[in-house]
Each structure stands twice: as C-alpha cells, then as structure tokens.
C-alpha cells in the first residue's frame, strides 16, 4: 500500500476550510498566522510561499513579513514581541534555518507559547514529553495522522526511528511512545542499524541521506514512513529509502515527493487553528 499523503492532505484541508467557515460564523474574524522569512534561502522561500498558499485556501489569514538576511536578532526580537501582543495573530511562525548571526533558540523561546504553531518553544516540547501536548511540531504530528488515517494501531508495536533531531526524531518518538509502542531511537552512531531497524513494525527514516534505507533494513510487511527530503543522481527529489527496493514487501509505504511533506503544511494549518482556540476557549471542533 502506497500511504498517499497528498490524498490524505487534501481531505484535512476540506475539513479545516469548514472549521474555518464555523469559526468566522462565531467569531466574526477568520485565524491569522504571522510568518517571518528572513535571507533568500531558495528552499525557504518556495516553504513559505507554499505556506502562503494553503492559508489561502484554507481561508486562514496570513501576513508575511519578507527581511534581507541583514536583519538583526533585536529587530527580529521586536517583530515578535509585537506580534505576540497583536490579539489579531494566532499564530507565529518563523521560517528556519536563520541567518548565522541569529540564535535561532533564543527566538524560538520568544514565541508566546500559544501562538508558537511549529510546536518548538521549550513549554510545547515539555507539554509533548508529558504527554500533554497541544500545539505539536507539524512533520511528526502530520505521522501519526497518516497512521490513524490506515487505521494503524502502534499498540506494543517496535517503532524504530532513524534521526533523533528536535523537530522530527525527537518529538515523533514520543508520540509513538505516548501511542504505546516500544520506541528505539538510532542515529548516526548506532550500531548494527540494519539488524535495528529490521526489527521494525514501523520503520521511520529521518536522516537526510538519498535511498539509504533498501530492503537489508526493512522488515517484511513493515510500514515505512519516509521524512527524507533528497536529490537523488538524476536530481530527482526522492526519500532516506530506497522505495522502488522496499515497495514490494512492506504493509506500507510513504512515497517521496508525495507523503509526509504534503502533511506537513497541512498539520501547520491545523495547528493554526488550534492555536486560535486555544486563546479564545472555543471547543476545538477539529
Ligand atoms: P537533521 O540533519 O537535523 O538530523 C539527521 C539525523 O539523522 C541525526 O540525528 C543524525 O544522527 C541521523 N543520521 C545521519 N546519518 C545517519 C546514518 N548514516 N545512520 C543513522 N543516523 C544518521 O535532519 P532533520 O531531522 O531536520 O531532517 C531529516 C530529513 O527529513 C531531511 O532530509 C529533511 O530534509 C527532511 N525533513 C522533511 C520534512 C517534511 O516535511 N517532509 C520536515 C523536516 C525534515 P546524529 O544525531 O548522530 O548526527
């Protein structure tokens, strides 16, 4: 089974578009997510504009602030604070990486919490590791939804996930943890990773290397979940696993492009519209 992301996206989006139309009934204003890009990162730039484009469609409200990669972090800091105490804005979302001269931390944590819609201030990632999470990073939360959307149950199943970064490892770990799986997290310095990853009921592959993962590390009847985003030789975007190698024996697969990235701007507007309950004590009918 091909686990089609795009599909799956698509049907949140019409969801979402009709949780917005209930929210401007009751509300009189549509949610607004403030997003900050700053340089001309390439990849950043096509984000953003893809981030843009589905607010539009959602019929989210989106102001884009556009800065040249001379901005500093006190100006930066000060754009924040200002939105943060715009009652218009729900959410704030700034594009990473930043610029070198900017500690990307440091602006993280100036977020208020209940706006920070990419779930990475320190109040959101500590509400995830108990296990009360409410505004969780996009890419990892938009997993789990691809999972219950195949009706996958992770009870007492081996999830093993290859990459333990703060925005995608780390975090999906523990939703499979709080999902009773068995949780190993591999890295660049595991051992024997094919006989680790064999072991796998759910294989999640988060390295940023182009069709690492071939059937040596894949079990049979595995559902394989791909984060990579890669060139490979022929300067096609493909995944960390080799699919056309895999396809053939696992239960599942995410395909590249076409899976897990469609999820992720997807679950960005969901969290925007979580964010906006959040600070107007509606019921979150989403
Ligand atoms: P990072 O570079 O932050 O982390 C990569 C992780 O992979 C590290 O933990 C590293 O280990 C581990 N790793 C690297 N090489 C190996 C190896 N040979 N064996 C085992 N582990 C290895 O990446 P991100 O988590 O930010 O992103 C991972 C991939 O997912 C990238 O391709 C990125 O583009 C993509 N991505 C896709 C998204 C989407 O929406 N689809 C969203 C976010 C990311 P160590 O810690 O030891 O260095």
Do not use: W
């Not at 990486?97 to 440091?106: G, K, M, T």
């Not at 149950?153 to 999830?159: A, M, Q």
């Amino acid at each position: 089974m091909i686990i089609d992301g795009k599909e799956i996206s698509a049907n949140i989006k019409e969801k979402l578009k009709d949780e917005v139309v209930k929210i401007k009934e009751t509300y009189s204003r549509v949610p607004k997510l403030a997003v900050i890009l700053i340089g001309d990162n390439q990849a950043s730039q096509t984000y953003v504009r893809n981030k843009e484009r589905a607010c539009k469609y959602i019929g989210i409200d989106s102001l884009m602030y556009k800065h040249d990669s001379s901005f500093s972090e006190d100006e930066l800091l000060l754009e924040i604070e200002k939105l943060n105490c715009d009652d218009s804005v729900d959410g704030i979302l700034i594009q990473l990486p930043l610029p070198d001269h900017i500690d990307e931390q440091r602006v993280i944590e100036a977020i208020d919490p209940d706006k920070d819609v990419d779930g990475f201030h320190p109040i959101n990632i500590s509400k995830l590791f108990l296990g009360k999470h409410s505004l969780v990073p996009c890419t990892p939360k938009g997993m789990m939804v691809l999972l219950e959307e195949i009706n996958y149950n992770l009870d007492g199943k081996e999830v093993v996930v290859v990459g333990r970064s703060n925005i995608v490892g780390k975090p999906v770990s523990l939703l499979c943890l709080h999902h009773n799986a068995t949780v190993t997290i591999a890295h660049s310095k595991t051992k024997n990773l094919k006989e680790v990853c064999k072991r796998a009921d759910v294989l999640i592959a988060a390295v940023g290397k182009a069709k690492y993962f071939n059937h040596e590390y894949v079990k049979d009847g595995a559902v394989v979940l791909d984060v990579g985003i890669n060139r490979d030789e022929n300067n096609r975007l493909c995944g960390d696993v080799d699919f056309e190698d895999v396809k053939d024996i696992v239960q599942g697969i995410t395909p590249v492009p076409g899976g897990i990235g469609p999820m992720t701007i997807t679950m960005l507007m969901k969290n925007t519209i979580e964010a906006f309950y959040l600070r107007n004590g509606g019921k979150n009918g989403i």
